[in-house]
């Protein structure tokens, strides 16, 4: 939903008047809607971080599903100052889609198992370089 405050209106036959003759401000409310392709480096990244390989096309339909449904709005007001000299503006909201993006990943069934795997096998490589061997 968007709001707009105009100008004052001018009676007729008293001068025309623009909008950026006066103040104003204006606001704009949307939520972010993402094509496969738009969501598939999002999920390609989330993917590697959390399981270690990109989605099958079949995770990644249900990424974008559930990718879009919680999105959250995000509104930008902006002030525009008299006579269309600046302007300023202030958004809050929205989603932080990368974080959004790796807490979907992360309920894939192969998470525990992929970060149980990556972990130890990171520990072992630093004992192993500690103690003068060939890490891996």
Partial sequence: ??????????????????KTSAAYTS????VAQYTHEQAQSYALQAF?????????????????TSFNAMQTPQ??????AA???????TTTGGTDE????QNLAQQNPEFENYQKAT?????FNQVM?????AGL
């Fill in 1 to 18: 939903m968007s709001g707009y405050t105009p100008a004052p209106l001018v009676p007729k036959g008293q001068g025309k008047t623009s």
């Fill in 27 to 30: 606001t704009s409310t949307g």
């Fill in 48 to 64: 590697q971080n959390a399981i270690g390989r990109a989605p099958t096309s079949e995770e990644l339909d249900a990424f974008v």
């Fill in 75 to 80: 509104t930008t007001t902006t002030r525009h």
């Fill in 83 to 89: 006579g269309g000299k600046s302007s300023f503006s």
């Fill in 98 to 101: 990368s974080m959004l993006a």
């Fill in 119 to 123: 972990t130890y096998f990171d520990a």
């Fill in 129 to 133: 370089n500690s103690r003068g061997g």
